[in-house]
């Protein structure tokens, strides 16, 4: 399944951000299992692994993901998992701040969540021959 086949409601994301931060947690400990055939524990240990980041991680002024923000990655990938999506092949931080989930394939599809700040993403989709889409999480 893809991104776009598993729209996400309204509140599904922050309904009851602590019940999705206790998800959050039990996602936390899954992917700190060492269980390295599930690549979306791999893509959650890559969040984790974002705490470390420090301003400047790369030399040229970009800012950390805060903690906050790193949980409700956390909590988004946690939900696109339990909703059967196709986990991300790049997750990647961003130099203001953000946390992007990158899918592409070979026929041209490319899609991005882009998490800019806690329980907020922009999400953007490009597929061949049709016009891009771009749409925020939660909508509505």
């Not at 931060?21 to 791999?42: L, S």
């Not at 969040?47 to 470390?52: K, N, T």
Request: aromatic share 8%; hydrophobic share 40%.
């Amino acid at each position: 399944m893809t991104v776009l086949d598993c729209p996400i409601p309204k509140d599904a994301w922050v309904h009851d951000r602590n019940e999705r931060t206790r998800t959050a947690g039990d996602a936390r400990r899954a992917a700190n299992a060492d269980d390295d055939a599930n690549p979306w524990c791999e893509r959650i240990q890559t969040i984790l692994q974002m705490q470390e980041l420090a301003d400047d991680w790369d030399g040229f002024g970009a800012k950390a993901p805060s903690p906050e923000l790193l949980e409700s990655a956390v909590g988004l990938a946690d939900l696109l998992r339990q909703r059967g999506v196709e986990p991300p092949q790049v997750v990647v931080a961003g130099v203001d701040g953000s946390v992007s989930f990158e899918w592409q394939d070979a026929r041209g599809f490319y899609a991005e969540i882009e998490i800019v700040r806690p329980y907020f993403a922009e999400v953007m989709v490009l597929e061949p021959g049709k016009s891009p889409q771009h749409w925020t999480l939660p909508t509505g």
